[in-house]
C-alpha cells in the first residue's frame, strides 16, 4: 500500500466544462424508488412487460451445465433498467472488485466508491473522457497505446503527450520530466493520464508493481487522473517477476485468482481516490455481450452515470441477465477456474508464436515476450512499417497491423508491428511467420540491392 497521501477531497477540478453541467435525468431518478414496498408507478414510460414475446431463455454452457433465465428474472432483462446496471449483477461486480482489488465497503465514510455497467469498457471510457476532457486539454498516455482510445481523443483537438515505454510499461523518469519541466505557456496542464498496465495493447508490456508504485507517487505529486484501462488483468499468464516483486511481501499483499498471483491493480493501491478502473468481460466471457465496467470515486461516477443517462441509458439488460445467471451458477470457485484455463489457453498461445517466431524471424525482428495479453509488438529494420504492412503483407495474405496506428503522433514514422496471437491456429500461425519472414528478407535486399 502506498504510504504517502494527497487525498483528493473536491473532483471539480478534474471535469470538463461539460461535466460540471452533467445532471441526473428525472425519470432516470425515479428507478431508485421502483422497488420501495407498496410502490404504484404512474412516471415511467415502461412498456408492458406482458406483450413482449419471450418466455424463457435457455443456454447451454461447454461443460452440460444450463442457464434458464424466465418469470421476474427474464422480465428484469427485457425491460428498462437502472443505468448503473442490473441491482443484483452491479452487486456481484462489486463483490467481484471488493475480493480482487481489497477495496472497502462501497460505503465507507470518505472513500465511497461506486460500479457503473457499461456497453463494454469502450462505452465507459468515452464516457469518462466526455465528463473529464476539454477540447484542447492536455492528456498523458503511454506511446504507444490503444488505437480505440486515440480515436476517442484525436477529434478533441488534444495535447496527447505520449511517454517512451519499456519491458515494464510507461517509463516514470521519462513522465516525471515531462511534468517538471512543463511549458505552461504553450500547452494546458494535464488533469489525466492514461494508462494500460497489463497485456498493454499493442506492446503486450505489463507493469510490475514497483513501476505501478513510481507512476502513482508521481500522479499524486502532480495530482493527475489515472484512467486504469486493464482488459487484459485476468490474462496475466506467468507468475514472474512481473507481479510477485512486492516489497512488503506475503501472498496476500496482491490479488489473487486461482493459484495465479495477479499483483496490485492501481485501484487496489489507491490512497488518494484518483483511480478510475476501468474492467471488461469481453476477453473472459464473450466479447459479443458488450459487458464492461467502470470502478471508481462516487462524485466521478455520477458524473458518468448522469452522461450514459442521455446516451444508451443501459447496458442490454439481457446481456446482463446472462452474466448474472452464469455468475451465481459458477460461484467463486468456478470463476477462478475459468480465469486459470483462460490464462493457460493464451499462454499456450503465446508459446506456439515464439517457436514460429524463433524459427523464422530470428534476426530480422526485435521483440519482448509478453506475460499477459494476446500481442507481441515487433521492432523492424525499416524507418517506416505502414507500407510494408498496409500493402506488401496485405499481398502475401498476412494481417499485421503497422505502429504508425497506435502512435500518439502520427506525422512521426513507426518501425513497429503488431501481432496477435489469440485466434490463428498454431499451424496458420507459423505460415503467417513464414510469409512474413519472406517479406522482410525481401524487403531487406530490396534496400541492399538500392544502395
Known amino acids: 500500500m502506498t504510504e504517502k497521501s494527497n487525498a483528493i477531497k473536491d473532483y471539480t477540478y478534474f471535469l470538463s466544462k461539460r461535466g ?22 404512474l412516471g415511467g414510460g415502461l412498456p408492458n412487460a406482458s406483450t413482449f414475446p419471450f418466455k424463457s431463455i435457455n443456454i447451454e454452457l461447454k461443460d452440460g451445465s444450463k442457464l434458464e433465465i424466465e418469470g421476474s428474472d427474464l422480465e428484469e432483462a427485457f425491460q428498462y433498467s437502472p443505468t448503473p446496471g442490473l441491482p443484483r449483477l452491479q452487486k ?30 469502450q462505452e465507459s471510457l468515452a464516457n469518462a473522457f466526455e465528463v473529464l476532457i476539454d477540447d484542447n486539454d492536455s492528456i498523458i ?26 519491458r515494464y510499461g510507461m517509463i516514470p523518469e521519462k513522465l516525471e520530466r515531462l511534468l517538471s519541466e512543463w511549458d505552461h505557456s504553450k500547452f494546458k496542464f494535464p488533469r489525466v493520464i492514461y494508462l494500460i498496465p497489463c497485456g498493454q495493447n499493442p506492446s503486450g508490456t505489463t507493469m510490475n508493481h514497483q513501476r505501478k508504485l513510481d507512476i502513482y507517487s508521481i500522479c499524486s505529486k502532480y495530482n493527475l487522473l489515472i484512467i486504469e484501462d486493464d482488459p ?28 495465479l498471483n495477479l499483483g496490485k491493480s492501481f485501484l487496489s493501491m489507491d490512497v488518494d481516490g484518483r483511480v478510475l478502473r476501468f474492467d471488461s468481460l469481453s476477453k473472459i466471457l464473450s466479447s459479443g455481450l458488450r459487458i464492461g465496467f467502470v470502478t471508481g470515486n462516487k462524485q466521478l461516477l455520477e458524473k458518468i452515470n ?23 451458477k459458477w460461484g467463486i470457485e468456478k470463476w477462478n477456474q475459468h480465469i486459470s484455463f483462460i490464462q493457460r489457453f493464451y499462454l499456450e498461445k503465446r508459446n506456439q508464436m515464439i517457436e514460429s517466431i524463433d524459427k523464422h524471424l530470428k534476426g530480422l525482428v526485435e521483440f519482448n515476450i509478453p506475460s499477459a495479453g494476446m500481442f507481441i509488438w515487433f521492432k523492424l529494420a525499416v524507418e517506416d512499417s505502414k507500407t510494408l504492412i498496409f500493402k506488401n503483407a496485405v499481398e502475401k495474405k498476412i494481417l499485421l497491423v503497422p505502429g504508425i496506428s497506435f502512435s500518439t503522433d502520427p506525422t512521426k514514422p513507426s518501425q513497429f508491428v503488431r501481432a496477435s496471437f489469440s485466434t490463428a491456429s498454431k499451424e496458420q500461425m507459423d505460415e503467417a511467420l513464414k510469409r512474413f519472414a519472406d517479406l522482410l528478407n525481401e524487403e531487406l535486399n530490396n534496400k541492399s540491392n538500392s544502395k
Open 20 to 41: 460540471k453541467l452533467k445532471e441526473a435525468s428525472p425519470i432516470r431518478s425515479l428507478f431508485q424508488y421502483s422497488s420501495l414496498p407498496g410502490m404504484i408507478s
Open 92 to 121: 456481484a461486480l462489486k463483490d467481484l472488485q471488493i475480493r480482487q482489488h481489497k477495496l472497502c465497503s462501497p460505503d465507507e465514510p470518505g472513500k465511497e466508491w461506486n460500479l457503473i455497467i457499461s456497453n463494454g469498457s
Open 141 to 166: 498516455t503511454e506511446n504507444p497505446t490503444y488505437s480505440g482510445t486515440l480515436s476517442i481523443l484525436k477529434p478533441l483537438s488534444l495535447n496527447i503527450c505520449g511517454i517512451e515505454t519499456d
Open 232 to 259: 487484459y488483468y485476468y490474462l496475466q499468464f506467468e507468475s514472474s517477476e512481473n507481479n510477485n516483486d512486492d516489497d512488503d511481501g506475503g501472498d496476500d499483499d496482491g490479488a489473487s485468482c486461482g493459484s
Open 306 to 328: 448522469f452522461h450514459q443517462q442521455s446516451t444508451t441509458l443501459h447496458s442490454s439488460g439481457l446481456s446482463q441477465a446472462v452474466v448474472l445467471s452464469l455468475l451465481n
